[in-house]
């Protein structure tokens, strides 16, 4: 019987390493013959760097590196990251690319100088294009006639999109992209780490309870990430104060600007009720959703294109309150079955969701949000970038 074709080989191009990639890509080298090689455009999260939206420096420690094969394009920008179009320059990035000759482009992104260089390189030498990208059109109107063009022509040049969810895949079909083009290949992260049956974070759990003086019987409600207004950490904090549940507390885990506000905001809430941790590296996230009965993500606006910490703490089996601006809503949460959900924009409808969440039966929430996060995996998302490979390069090596 002949061998299945060889799967094309693929050059990935993403800004950084991430703790959320990276391991999917170690999972694509050891499960699936898929060759090929990642181009990171800067060294955040490999080497301690500021972020200035957690407001703190830090380094990732999970391994980013081992495992795949990747390397790093030099970055030529004064000031490097998604602040600015010229934040990834990496001048010697196609060049790279032409040596290591792929028969097909993985891009992350579109923005930025080196993305651009990218799409030229690949359309002048023929090299089918795949994009992977996450933004959504929630709780906005389509963008104004010169955007909308602009982005019709930009996806028009990819042979094949990959999409993480219903919001996303919206988001390319009102852009004109074709259902034909579009491959499923969803958010997903590394449920070996978020994994609730493991001791060790269990254990950690525990200990931050104790620390906390929170009792086996509190309820408690985690936010986890970085403390600035488009995640509305402060209309949480508001509407928890102004219910005053009993024997129920909110933590806070993370750093931003927000921070001092909310220190004071705290305030006007019991003694022992509200309580801070400073940001958590992604070792230590796992006994942060064991600490929790319930996660909250109530952002706002563009900038939750998913959640993907509402991925981890599901995978923990926590149920989550998340507003219906956050990307991952339609797939992942739904309103009494696997979490709650409330308009992004109404406070009164946030601090009701809490107070129905905060007096739920919990347990009946598992097994459905169990069943719920089984469909976001690396797996997954690994079947769907293969058909998009396919589909891109239907001439494949023999």
Do not use: C, N
């Given at each position: 019987m002949n061998a299945p074709p060889a799967l094309p080989r693929l050059a990935i191009v993403l800004s950084h390493a991430t703790q959320y990639y990276s391991p999917w890509f170690r999972w694509l080298r050891e499960r699936t013959p898929l060759d090929f090689r990642v181009f990171y455009l800067w060294e955040f999260g490999v080497k301690t760097t500021r972020d200035p939206r957690f407001a703190t420096?830090?380094?990732?420690?999970?391994?980013?590196?081992?495992?795949?094969?990747?390397e790093y394009v030099p970055n030529q920008s004064r000031t490097p990251g998604a602040e600015t179009f010229w934040g990834f320059n990496n001048p010697t990035l196609t060049a790279r690319l032409a040596a290591w000759r792929p028969d097909a482009v993985l891009?992350?992104?579109?923005?930025?100088?080196?993305?651009?260089?990218?799409?030229?390189?690949?359309?002048?030498?023929?090299?089918?294009?795949?994009?992977?990208?996450?933004s959504h059109l929630l709780g906005r109107t389509r963008p104004g006639a010169a955007t909308h063009?602009?982005?019709?022509?930009?996806?028009?040049?990819?042979?094949?999109?990959?999409?993480?969810g219903a919001a996303n895949r919206d988001y390319f079909a009102a852009l004109g992209v074709p259902a034909r083009k579009l491959f499923f290949a969803p958010h997903a992260v590394n449920d070996a780490?978020?994994?609730?049956?493991?001791?060790?974070?269990?254990?950690?759990?525990?200990?931050l309870r104790a620390q906390l003086g929170l009792a086996p019987s509190t309820r408690v409600v985690l936010f986890?990430?970085?403390?600035?207004?488009a995640k509305q950490p402060r209309e949480l904090l508001a509407a928890f104060i102004e219910l005053r549940p009993r024997d129920a507390a909110l933590v806070f885990v993370g750093e931003g600007g927000e921070k001092n506000a909310l220190v004071e905001l705290a305030r006007n809430a019991p003694a022992g009720a509200v309580h801070f941790l400073p940001f958590a590296n992604q070792t230590e996230m796992p006994a942060r959703y064991l600490l929790a009965d319930i996660f909250a993500l109530p952002s706002r606006g563009f900038y939750e294109t998913w959640g993907l910490a509402v991925n981890e703490a599901m995978h923990m089996g926590v149920p989550c309150l998340v507003s219906d601006r956050v990307g991952c809503q339609r797939d992942l949460v739904t309103d009494g079955e696997t979490g709650w959900v409330f308009r992004a924009e109404d406070r009164t409808d946030l601090r009701a969701r809490l107070a129905t969440a905060l007096g739920a039966d919990l347990a009946a929430f598992r097994p459905r949000i169990a069943a719920r996060i089984a469909g976001y995996t690396y797996a997954r998302a690994a079947a769907g970038l293969e058909e998009a490979l396919r589909h891109a390069c239907p001439t494949q090596r023999s």
């Open positions: 420096a830090f380094r990732w420690d999970v391994d980013l590196l081992s495992g795949y094969a990747s891009l992350f992104g579109y923005k930025f100088a080196s993305h651009l260089r990218t799409i030229f390189w690949a359309r002048r030498h023929k090299v089918p294009l795949i994009f992977r990208g996450d063009f602009a982005l019709r022509v930009l996806y028009a040049q990819f042979a094949a999109i990959t999409y993480v780490l978020f994994d609730p049956s493991r001791p060790e974070p269990r254990a950690a759990a525990a200990a986890a990430g970085k403390l600035v207004p």
